[in-house]
């Protein structure tokens, strides 16, 4: 994809050849006749360097790019540190949301495109129903090329999710003549020991969603529902225990009396069938959930060659009238154990989002619409 050839580069270098009447370079007809075009400028291919290729529709490749397959015109947009997209409930969304922490596996293919080359290695040690690992196959037909994916998931649940989407998702690519998404390597178990499998530096791109540390907000939600429950054994329904936080939906509601318990971004926790090792988790303290977070990570960086990248969605939180910074805690976290780097915080901002009435009329309260999206790199040696 990265290369058109000797033979593209020299048909470009013709563009010498649309002159005007005096001799003098027609940059009006180059444009009308197909010459290469970036940002509205004609491309002078002339100017071209050895290691350039301009390639129809993308602008100009450079072969040096060690990061992924893109031009310069489309690495500038790449480099944006917000992403303003939200994405269509496709690939068998319903039976994806079963989960609730599911991400789009376009949004997963955009952040491959961005941070690995076709033919590249891509692992998501929490894969869930496999927002990465379709991102991973779509990037066959949808960007450069394929990208080999393994996926670490506990529990099996998702799994058979995983597979069941891509099934029915290939019998409806069939039905309209396209080419099938590829199945990518999906292990069953615990990724803190499915990653000895993996040899060191063989990974170009580490992409996953954490799990959540939440289970003391989902405990004391759980606690606050039973005595609002009792309390309305007890007295009449319309007593007014106004606070409410569902712990199931893809949303955490919360009240509108200005003493929530707590808000999550964007979407959620991805448990609803629980294991007796999500229950565990889940009593984690936050101090406990980044340690072992950490851990993990300290391990996961030991796969990724250098050159790669540890790509990590996580949401902050709002709870106890307060602002959880999750994602600059875990950023804290993982560099303070693995040999990496931050290289940066996107913002993935979904304008489809649901807005909610939080905090009204006495306490401002954010509606998260987004969520954050960590780069590492992991350091270079010596
Ligand atoms: C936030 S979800 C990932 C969702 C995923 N991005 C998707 O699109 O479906 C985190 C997943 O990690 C899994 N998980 C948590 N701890 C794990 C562990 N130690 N080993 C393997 N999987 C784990 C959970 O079961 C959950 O499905």
Redesign the pocket.
Known sequence: MADDGDGDRDRHRQSRLFTDDDGEFDAERAREESLPVEDGEVIDTDELADHQTYLEGRGIYDERNRVNDLTGKEWKYATKSVIAEGYPPDLQHDLRSE?G???PPRLCAELIGRFSKAGDTVLD????????LLGASLCEHESTGLREAIG????RR?IEIYETVLERENEERRERDEPPLADQDVRHG???DLIAEIPDDSIDLLLT???YWHMDELEQTRNERETRESKLGAFDAGDGDATDASVDGDETDTSVDGDETSIRTGDDV??TVRSST?AE?ETQSKDEWLADMAAKFERFADAVAPGGHLVVFIGDMYREQSYEFLSADLAQAIESTAPVTLAANLIWYDPTKELHVYGYPFSFVPSMVHQNVLVFRPESEG
């Open positions: 989960h922490g599911q991400k040690p929490f894969a869930g129903v496999g927002g990465t670490f998931e506990r529990n998702w615990d990724c803190a969603d954490v799990p991805g448990d999500d988790e």
